[in-house]
C-alpha cells in the first residue's frame, strides 16, 4: 500500500523566512496530495492541496509543488508569521479525497 | 448544515469494555471515513464506506467494527476497549471537488 513520509519532524524559523516541508510518496497511482494545518486540539484544515495533473499550484503565501517521476511534493510558506506555529500533515491518496495516507506530521514554530 | 458531527467529545473505558463513538453528516455525502491520530504518527485510516450498506477495511482495522444503515451516520465501535486504543478519533466525509469535512474529534483514553 501507499507509504508517506515527511521531513523534517520539527521546523524553527525565523517571522518572516519562508519554511519548507517535504514528502515523499511510494505508490505512483496516487493521484492526489492534501496539506493540512492542525493547530493543539483542533481538527485538521485543509490548506491547499494539489492533483497529479498539475506541478505546482499557490495560494498567497502558501505553496504546493509536485514531482511525479521523483514522487515528492512540498508545502512552501513564504512571509512566515508567528500564526503560522502548527503541525502540518502531508498526504496523498489513489482515489482523490478517499483513503487518504498521511505522513507524521511536521512541528512548525515561527519565532517572533 | 451542521457539517459532521462526534460524539463524544471525551470518553474514559476501561479494558474489555465495549462503547460506540457516532458520528453524523447533513450534507448528504457517499464517502465517509474514521481515522485515528496518534502522537508523532498522523491519521490512520480505520474504516470507510462509500455509501450506505458498504463498508471496507482501512490500515489499522482490528478492534474496530463499522456499519452504514443510512448516508448519514457511521458509527464506529469497539468491541474490547483495550490500553493501544488510547487515541483521538476523527470521523470525515467527503464531498464535491474531494473536499474532506473532518469532524471535532473525539478524544479516548482506554486504562
Known amino acids: 500500500g501507499e507509504n508517506v513520509e515527511q521531513h523534517p519532524s520539527t521546523l524553527s524559523v525565523q517571522e518572516g523566512d519562508s519554511a519548507v516541508i517535504k514528502c515523499t510518496y511510494s505508490?505512483?497511482?496516487?493521484?492526489?496530495f492534501p496539506w493540512y494545518k492542525q493547530e493543539l486540539g483542533k481538527r485538521p484544515q485543509l490548506i491547499i492541496d494539489i492533483r497529479s495533473n498539475v506541478g505546482e499550484k499557490k495560494d498567497q503565501r502558501i505553496a504546493v509543488t509536485l514531482n511525479k517521476t521523483a514522487k515528492h511534493f512540498s508545502l512552501h510558506i513564504t512571509e512566515t508569521q508567528p500564526e503560522d506555529s502548527a503541525v502540518y500533515f502531508c498526504a496523498a491518496s489513489v482515489q482523490y479525497g478517499n483513503k487518504l495516507v498521511f505522513g507524521a506530521g511536521t512541528i512548525l514554530r515561527v519565532k517572533s | 448544515n451542521a457539517g459532521v458531527t462526534q460524539t463524544p467529545k471525551f470518553q474514559v473505558l476501561k479494558t474489555g469494555q465495549s462503547m460506540t463513538l457516532q458520528c453524523a453528516q447533513d450534507m448528504n455525502h457517499e464517502y465517509m471515513s474514521w481515522y485515528r491520530q496518534d502522537p508523532g504518527m498522523g491519521l490512520r485510516l480505520i474504516h470507510y464506506?462509500?455509501?450506505?450498506?458498504?463498508?471496507d477495511q482501512g490500515e489499522v482495522p482490528n478492534g474496530y467494527n463499522v456499519s452504514r444503515s443510512t448516508t448519514e451516520d457511521f458509527p464506529l465501535r469497539l468491541l474490547s476497549a483495550a490500553p493501544s486504543q488510547t487515541s483521538v478519533y476523527f470521523c470525515a466525509s467527503v464531498g464535491s471537488g474531494n473536499t474532506i469535512y473532518f469532524g471535532e474529534g473525539s478524544w479516548l483514553t482506554v486504562v
Open positions: 505508490d505512483s497511482a496516487s493521484n492526489y
Open positions: 464506506s462509500v455509501g450506505a450498506g458498504i463498508t
